[in-house]
């Protein structure tokens, strides 16, 4: 009995349901040469946080690969995953890094 | 008289949920309209929705989201602007649809 209960609840702990909160996206260039992407994440548990640091390393991290350029075309995703008592909350976006043609 | 009325209610409710007839807006977006339509200019108005079955609350993934974003851009040749996002939810029995809809103006 304690066994299958371990079993069910190593199981749920596991287990997570995602869920979306947010979604954008920006003007789209015709050039769609380089997609850069990047995502950050942080760990919640039972919903008590301070901070939202993760989304802004996630778009340093996006700047980061088009240094000198442009990037449009921004598709930003904000999303939950629910485990049994901790939360998984992270940002992900993507877009198109337009350099100068000097750059290139 | 009493019973009746439980029973026209309880009725109803079924009704209600058995067809989904909720609805939720969760959040609209818009982006781009710093691009002006140039005259003479062709353009056309593109649109892409998708949506995924929800049973019980449990979903996997955001996939259906991405999956949006693809068509529309894979409607687009040109430059792809005044981008809308809307995000909603129908409600049915027990289940739910989450619903993405993306539009824009395409100018060739």
């Known amino acids: 009995m304690i066994r299958k209960f371990c079993l069910l609840f190593i199981a749920l702990t596991l287990s997570g349901c995602v869920g979306l909160n947010t979604v954008s996206m920006t003007q789209i260039p015709k050039d769609k040469d380089q997609l850069v992407e990047a995502n950050a994440h942080d760990w919640v548990f039972l919903n008590f946080t301070t901070q939202n640091d993760f989304a802004d390393r996630a778009v340093d991290n996006l700047k980061a690969q088009c240094v000198g350029g442009k990037i449009s075309g921004v598709f930003t995703k904000h999303q939950t995953t629910s485990y049994l008592l901790v939360f998984k909350r992270e940002v992900i976006v993507s877009g198109y890094c337009s350099l100068p043609k000097d750059i290139m | ?70 068509s529309l851009i894979a409607q687009c040749d040109g430059e792809l602007t005044a981008v809308s996002t809307q995000y909603s939810t129908d409600h049915s029995f027990l289940s739910w649809y989450n619903k993405i809809l993306m539009k824009g103006v395409c100018i060739q």
């Open chain 2, 1 to 70: 008289m009493i019973k009746n009325t439980f029973s026209t209610l309880a009725l109803l409710s079924a009704v209600l949920l058995l067809n989904g007839c909720t609805s939720s807006i969760h959040m609209v977006n818009t982006d781009g309209f710093d691009q002006a339509i140039p005259a003479g200019v062709d353009y056309k108005y593109v649109e892409a929705s998708t949506k995924q079955h929800v049973f019980l609350g449990f979903a996997a993934n955001t996939n259906y989201v991405d999956d949006a974003r693809q």
